[in-house]
């Protein structure tokens, strides 16, 4: 099939004016411009009109099982007393008020063109209950092993038994011990290794906030109070940064992806400087959760100048108000308006493919990758067609996922 648009964005080479995508079977075989890619005989040519054909984008940090929590919790006075007021809401909700939330998430997400989804999986017993999976998605695996009639083990026996219990062409699974105060360290080697084993990508929630930064620097704080209330052992606090902790005990390392680390300090600058650039960490910054929670500013210029591999997730509804990835370039681009368009669209496609180890499968037009594309409405101006596409803020206008024309889903 010969795709057609007014503007191909490949993002690994030039835009394309009149541009033409070829896609066999779920991959892409040839890109170039209309006069270079005259259709074969007897091949179905799709011309999408005036449109840029840019490829589908990634999210690399969401939790689909909160699609139904936008604006449940408003104005909490910190990180804390949100989480307490999530656990409070999660307990109420019933098995098919979370499968209702993923399929809403999901919809949402599709509306506005992301075609790939890391999702944290807090209930992963409901994964074989869904449909096959519409857009390509990873869900990663919750460990927590902080009450202590939950071992190490028995949360990595859980993760192993999860599994296997569904496959589709579109899904898959990694590991995501939950965060420095809710997992062990013996857990996070042990999904380590786990993830090694069965080469899945791994991902934790890192120096989100000020008061996980108290907990680990200064044995204080409200989140220090409220796990020490939960009988947390609380002997891991008092020494290091939360990222500095992990690393330095060797729980985390550069094939991670880490999400958040808003809040971090001259050690944590000082050890990552110290890293050889290709042994830096990907980190997702999610711009809409960082405004609602007003953690101190996020380092981007800092950490891209060190190399650090920047992707841009959503994070949940329970702390953004939309599941836009473009609505999320746009709130990070007023913070950092020097990052160009490219720059910005970077962080939903090559960004995160680098990090998931899909360098030239995903989040590109290129030979070889996965046929995962989407159409945003465009004047056909070649500089300011990025520029153009992270301004819509309506859905997309056409979809293809692994070689499919997808259908939208109306909620
Ligand atoms: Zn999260």
Redesign the pocket.
């Known amino acids: 099939m010969l795709l057609r648009s007014r503007i191909v964005l490949p993002m690994t080479t030039p835009p394309l004016l009149d541009g033409a995508v070829r896609v066999a079977h779920n991959r892409i075989t040839d890109v170039g411009t209309a006069a270079q890619l005259p259709p074969g005989s007897g091949e179905e040519v799709l011309d999408l009109g005036a449109v840029a054909l840019l490829p589908g984008l990634i999210n690399a ?1 969401c ?1 689909l099982d909160y699609s139904s929590l936008r604006h449940a919790i408003t104005a909490p006075a910190g990180f804390t007393e949100w989480v307490q007021r999530l656990n409070s809401i999660k307990r109420q909700l019933s098995n098919d008020d979370i499968l209702d939330a993923i399929r809403r998430g999901y919809a949402e997400a599709q509306r506005f063109g992301t075609t790939t989804i890391c999702s ?1 999986a807090a209930f992963p017993d409901l994964i074989p209950q869904l449909p096959p999976a519409r857009l390509r998605t990873w869900w990663f695996y919750e460990m927590i092993d902080i009450r202590h009639r939950n071992t190490s083990d028995d949360v990595v026996a859980g993760a192993l038994s999860f599994f296997d219990a569904r496959q589709d062409d579109l899904t898959q699974f990694g590991l995501n011990p939950h965060a420095p105060y809710t997992a062990s360290l013996l857990l996070y080697r042990l999904a380590w290794a786990c993830a090694q084993q069965n080469g899945m990508p791994l991902t934790t ?1 890192v120096s989100e906030s000020l008061e996980e930064s108290e907990m680990f620097e200064k044995s204080s704080g409200p989140l220090y109070a409220f796990l020490e209330g939960l009988l947390r052992p609380m002997h891991d606090c008092g020494h290091d940064t939360p990222f500095g902790w992990l690393w330095r005990n060797g729980a985390i390392g550069s094939d991670w992806l880490l ?1 958040h680390m808003n809040d971090l300090k001259a050690s944590d600058f000082a050890l990552l400087d110290a890293l050889p650039k290709d042994r830096l960490p990907n980190v997702v910054h ?1 711009p809409g959760s960082h405004a609602y929670f007003k953690h101190p500013p996020f380092p981007f210029a800092r950490l891209a100048g060190m190399g650090v591999n920047i992707s841009v997730g959503t ?2 509804l329970a702390s953004t108000d939309s599941l836009s990835l473009l609505s999320e370039l746009r709130k990070l681009h007023l913070g950092e308006p020097g990052l160009s368009a490219e720059d910005l669209l970077h962080t939903v496609t090559l960004a995160p493919a680098r990090a998931l180890g899909k360098e030239g499968e995903l989040g590109c037009i290129s030979p070889g990758a996965l046929a995962d594309l989407i159409a945003i409405p465009c004047s056909g101006h070649l500089p300011l067609a990025a520029a153009e596409c992270i301004a819509h803020t309506g859905p997309v206008s056409w979809m293809m996922v692994d070689g499919k024309i997808s259908e939208f889903e109306t909620v």
Request: hydrophobic share 25%.
């Open positions: 940090h939790h944290m929630h999400a999610c994070d949940s």
